[in-house]
């Protein structure tokens, strides 16, 4: 644990928080590689709470400023919802995931991040610009039943399916780009710790 004390004044504080303990208890069962799964299961916690500020921000702003009736509102939606996520993560993953990454200066670290999560950012653009029209088209009819249930008497529209498409291909390129971001991210710019 990385706690100042008395005798190494210098040392760098790391957050700490309840889950570190299950976490601890995880990734112990994984002997030499226990700080790597470690930093992965804290890195995809991170990248959950991103997620939910992601998907959040997108939902938000399709149901209200911004619906997707056209690609260029859901490149917009879907940008803003990654760098409200994306700035959230970074902060977390410096101060929770790498505590022991601070030999850099923050700016560079924080340049290192973006350079990774703009690649991150145009793999998902592309792939989300390319696939939300035609899942939402395959999903409505599949989930119609159950949307009615918190919808009843709902009707498909194209901006409906516009909106379940965008949602469904969002999560996708979430999965994706975050094993993009963790493996570049940790031999890139966390690659000062052991």
């Known amino acids: 644990m990385n706690q100042v004390n008395a005798l190494n004044p210098t040392e760098k504080r790391s957050f700490r928080n309840p889950?570190?303990?299950l976490i601890l208890a995880v990734a112990n069962r994984f002997g030499a590689k226990s700080k790597e799964v470690e930093r992965f299961l804290k890195f995809a916690l991170v990248g959950a709470v991103g997620a939910l500020i992601d998907f959040g921000t997108v939902f938000v702003l399709q149901a209200t400023i911004l619906p997707p009736a056209n690609d260029l509102n859901v490149i917009i939606v879907i940008s803003i919802g990654f760098i409200a996520a994306v700035l959230s993560n970074f902060v977390w993953n410096r101060l929770w995931t790498y505590p022991d990454s601070r030999s850099r200066p923050i700016r560079k670290q924080l340049a290192q991040?973006?350079?990774?999560?703009a690649i991150g950012?145009?793999?998902r653009t592309l792939w989300v610009k390319t696939a939300y029209l035609p899942l939402g088209r395959f999903l409505m009819p599949l989930l119609l039943t159950e949307i009615r249930i918190f919808r009843p008497g709902y009707i498909p529209t194209e901006h409906g399916e516009a909106k379940l498409g965008t949602m469904a291909a969002l999560m996708i390129g979430v999965v994706v780009v975050m094993i993009w971001n963790f493996l570049a991210n940790r031999h890139w710019t966390y690659n000062d710790i052991d």
Not at 113 to 117: K, S
Request: hydrophobic content about 75%.
């Open 19 to 21: 889950l570190d303990i």
């Open 121 to 123: 950012w145009t793999i």
């Open 113 to 117: 991040f973006a350079v990774i999560n």
